[in-house]
């Protein structure tokens, strides 16, 4: 059973970058599909960016695209999420999510098996 151990969310200014790190524990951490998720007070979690086992199907919400990357790193067991421009709407708490033997990259929470406990993400204007 894979185990997801989110790291490097915190307090950035509007503009700045961060990059968020999950690393799984656990076997056969490249047959999952990967996938980041955040949650606003108040609000459900949403979708951001997920990507396949294979590392070439990528999607990403139309709020993020252009400005938050997505990748993963099989050998380290780790997928990250770059994320450049921030904005103040971009804070939430990010959770990481893996799907065992996917087709296809899932865009809803529903669709996920594991998840991270979360990194709080904060952009100040």
């Known amino acids: 059973q894979v185990q997801l151990v989110e790291s490097g969310g915190g307090l950035v200014q509007a503009g700045g970058s961060l990059r968020l790190s999950c690393a799984a524990s656990?076997?056969?951490?490249?047959?999952?599909?990967l996938g980041w998720f955040r949650q606003a007070p108040g609000k459900e979690r949403e979708f951001v960016a997920g990507?396949?086992?294979?590392?070439?199907?990528?999607y990403y919400a139309d709020s993020v695209k252009g400005r938050f990357t997505i990748s993963r790193d099989n050998a380290k067991s780790t997928v990250y999420l770059q994320m450049n421009s921030l904005k103040s709407e971009d804070t939430a708490v990010y959770y990481c999510?893996?799907?065992?033997?996917?087709?296809?990259?899932?865009?809803?929470?529903?669709?996920?098996?594991?998840w991270g406990q979360g990194t709080q993400v904060t952009v100040s204007s």
């Open positions: 656990g076997r056969a951490f490249s047959v999952y599909a």
């Open positions: 990507i396949g086992w294979t590392g070439t199907t990528i």
């Open positions: 999510a893996a799907r065992k033997l996917s087709v296809g990259v899932p865009t809803t929470p529903g669709s996920y098996d594991l």
